[in-house]
C-alpha cells in the first residue's frame, strides 16, 4: 500500500522553527508533484508550497521568504523549512503527492495521496 507519512509538527514560539518531513512508501514507480497544504480550524485547506520533480517551487505569498520547500528524489521525501514563524501560521500541515504506484499485475497506476496531518501550533 503506498502511503504518505509526516512527521515534523509540534509547539513554537513565534519567530521560531520548525522543518516538516513527509515521505512516500509502498510500490512507487515515480513520484510528481509533491507539496504542503494547511487548514486553520474554520478555514479552507490552503496551498503552502509546491514542488516539482525537477525543483521548480511555488509558495503562498503568506510564506515567501520564510518557508523553504525541498525535497529527496532518492528517499521520495519532501520537506518543508519554516523559519520565522508566527501565530497566524498556527494549521494542520498536509503533504500530497502525485504519483505513479505499481500494481500488483506489473502495471501501473497515478494515485494523488495525502498526509494524515501533522499540528503546528506556534504561541505569540
Known amino acids: 500500500q503506498v502511503q504518505l507519512v509526516e512527521s515534523g509538527g509540534g509547539l513554537v514560539q513565534d519567530g521560531g522553527s520548525l522543518r516538516l518531513v513527509c515521505a512516500a512508501s509502498?510500490?512507487?514507480?515515480?513520484?510528481?508533484?509533491m507539496g504542503w497544504y494547511r487548514q486553520a480550524p474554520g478555514d479552507e485547506r490552503e496551498l503552502v508550497a509546491t514542488?516539482?520533480?525537477?525543483?521548480?517551487?511555488n509558495y503562498a505569498d503568506s510564506v515567501k521568504g520564510r518557508f523553504t520547500i525541498s525535497r529527496d528524489n532518492a528517499k521520495n521525501t519532501v520537506y518543508l523549512q519554516m523559519n520565522s514563524l508566527k501565530p497566524e501560521d498556527t494549521a494542520v500541515y498536509y503533504c500530497?503527492?502525485?504519483?505513479?504506484?505499481?500494481?500488483?499485475?506489473?502495471?501501473?497506476?497515478?494515485?494523488?495521496?495525502w498526509g494524515q496531518g501533522t499540528l503546528v501550533t506556534v504561541s505569540s
Open positions: 500530497n503527492a502525485n504519483l505513479l504506484a505499481t500494481t500488483s499485475s506489473y502495471g501501473r497506476k497515478y494515485l494523488e495521496l
Open positions: 509502498g510500490s512507487i514507480f515515480s513520484v510528481y508533484g
Open positions: 514542488i516539482a520533480s525537477g525543483g521548480d517551487t
